[in-house]
């Protein structure tokens, strides 16, 4: 059974750079392999990791159905059934120690259901293969919302170092209950953090019912990787967001 980790969080709080950054410590610490699946719409999670997409998902499955709807001939004679499971893993990006599935634009209220349904299918069988999973999520929680087997483990909800970012958290904990997912446990992380604002954003957090599990330092190497477009996985092990990153997956109990 894999052990399942998703990330949440709205636009700009960081939260891709977490999610790299927890692939990274899940390869060193548990020595993987590890499962990441980037279901943001936004997909730059192989930009942190330092891998190259080829093809998504969402595009995958756009082919496919032209086929489909074509009545042109499916390679080898395979059943719908066949050709998406063979589709998916042709997007699975494979790297030293993780392999990475882009999950590109989401499902659109014309798609076609059946499709869908075995592509959600295919991909909860391929996370079963790997001992962890990452999925860097939308806010929304769409993908989550769509997954057909297995728990959620933890859910790292993200937020920057505002009132409003910590609300906005507490909304997206909020869904997670109206959507009633499977989810063991939800815990906040304070990104970007710059000085001693620190002490009042967790009491924030607090009031709202939210466990802050750690704060990250704001840190001038990532922005430095990000202007050079060098991968975040890499940063240095003195990083202060990286080893506050380690101290609270360190923190979390992860088997």
Do not use: W
């Amino acid at each position: 059974m894999s052990f399942l980790i998703a990330l949440a969080g709205k636009g700009g709080t960081g939260k891709t750079s977490i999610a790299g950054l927890t692939v990274r410590y899940l390869v060193e610490k548990r020595r993987g392999p590890v499962l990441a699946v980037d279901a943001d719409s936004n997909a730059c999670l192989n930009e942190a990791l330092g891998v190259k997409v080829h093809a998504s998902v969402g595009q995958l499955r756009e082919s496919s159905l032209e086929t489909i709807r074509s009545g042109s001939e499916r390679p080898g004679g395979m059943s719908m059934d066949e050709l998406f499971e063979y589709q998916i893993n042709q997007a699975l990006i494979e790297a030293k120690g993780f392999d990475l599935l882009v999950m590109g634009r989401p499902e659109g209220p014309g798609c076609y259901c059946a499709a869908n349904n075995i592509i959600r299918k295919y991909t909860d069988i391929l996370a079963e293969r790997y001992p962890y999973v990452v999925i860097d999520n939308e806010a929304g929680m769409e993908h989550l919302s769509r997954r057909t087997t297995h728990k959620v483990d933890i859910l790292l909800i993200v937020s920057d170092p505002t009132v409003k970012g910590i609300q906005t958290a507490g909304r997206i904990r909020d869904l997670v209950d109206e959507l009633k997912l499977d989810i063991e446990r939800s815990v906040l992380i304070i990104n970007r953090v710059t000085g001693e604002e620190g002490d009042t954003l967790r009491e924030l957090a607090d009031g709202l019912g939210l466990h802050c599990a750690g704060l990250v330092p704001q840190d001038g190497k990532i922005f430095e990787y990000d202007l050079q477009g060098r991968p975040l996985i890499e940063l240095p092990d003195d990083s202060p967001a990286l080893c506050s990153v380690f101290t609270i997956l360190d923190g979390l109990d992860i088997p």
